[in-house]
């Protein structure tokens, strides 16, 4: 996935959105250090840059001049990075989630979200899923989940297609976690299966509970809980899902680090769990003991073991 200008690696990269809110796009772009031109401009890391080819979302280029620049970058022999953004639909045939004609297709022609991210994905070197959507379903995929949306890794399995996945998540993701395990999977190559946790997600980033990094946990250890929204205290009582939860929120922060949800006063939603956000709803209610058991397996990494409940025709 590499190609070489005035001793500079380039390293080919295809963003591709699904069913998606455009909020793990906005997030990144709003990245401070790197900024968005540190990102597609200039060196993300020392001798090496990410030639975004394809991002509907900031690209000049738009009908049939972006779907002639995604054809290019597909056929390339050097390969590609796939970002996927957001779930995929796949009930009625993927009629939920349509993505733009295949530049060889007739026109007026169109093909699902579904195909089209699976056709990608065949040739790419390997795949980050950026967002909880895209990682493991996410909102697009809560119950009852009627346009049938699963995350990447899920429709390559069902699909018998192998290639590496780099699972992002969060609702929306930090900046940093992706610009940062893209950086470094340019330096080292990408992470093995000891950088990364059950879940599929970079340890580098995920891999603490954010109870243990909370400001509150003192509070939680001497049983001052909140009680309404707004007072001192521990926001476990009100739903707060940090204990349970993997991410750094409270040492890095978003919006160039000022802020996060529990510093704002809303409790943890579990964002980045494979369990958000079914189990973690409704938000300001605390998860009960009898829950415990399904977040202890999907957290292994699990996710079969605890199916999403059925669409509503399937019951």
């Known amino acids: 996935m590499m190609e070489r200008s005035e001793g500079i690696a380039e390293h080919p990269a295809i963003w591709f959105q699904a069913s998606a809110c455009s909020g793990c796009v906005v997030s990144v772009l709003n990245g401070v250090a790197p900024t968005l031109r540190d990102l597609i401009v200039d060196q993300l890391a020392p001798g090496h840059h990410v030639n975004l080819r394809f991002q509907p979302t900031i690209m000049a280029a738009s009908g049939e001049v972006a779907l002639e620049v995604l054809a290019a970058a597909e056929e390339a022999k050097e390969g590609y990075l796939l970002v996927v953004d957001g779930a995929l639909p796949t009930a009625a045939g993927g009629l939920f989630g349509r993505a733009a004609r295949r530049r060889t297709a007739k026109k007026g022609a169109h093909t699902t979200m579904h195909e089209r991210a699976l056709e990608l994905a065949r040739n790419a070197s390997a795949i980050v899923a950026l967002g909880t959507c895209a990682a493991y379903g996410g909102m697009h995929a809560a119950a009852p989940n009627p346009s049938g949306c699963v995350s990447i890794s899920e429709a390559l399995r069902q699909a018998g ?141 699990q996710l079969t073991a605890v199916p999403r409940p059925q669409r509503a025709e399937e019951v």
């Open 161 to 301: 297609i192998e290639k590496a996945v780099i699972n992002v998540p969060g609702c929306p993701p930090h900046p940093d976690w992706f610009t940062g395990t893209v950086a470094q999977a340019l330096l080292f190559g990408l992470p093995g299966p000891e950088d990364l946790d059950a879940a599929g997600r970079p340890k580098r980033f995920f891999g603490r509970l954010l109870h243990d990094l909370c400001p509150r946990r003192g509070e939680f250890e001497a049983h001052k809980f909140a009680k309404a929204a707004g007072e001192p205290g521990c926001l476990y009582e009100l739903g707060c899902k940090g204990p349970w939860t993997h991410a750094d929120c409270p040492e890095r922060q978003f919006n160039g680090g000022v802020n996060w949800c529990v510093g704002a006063g809303s409790p943890c939603h579990g964002c980045v769990e494979p369990f958000f956000p079914d189990i973690s709803c409704p938000i300001y209610k605390k998860i009960g003991l009898e829950e415990l058991p399904r977040i202890a397996r999907e957290e292994t990494g």
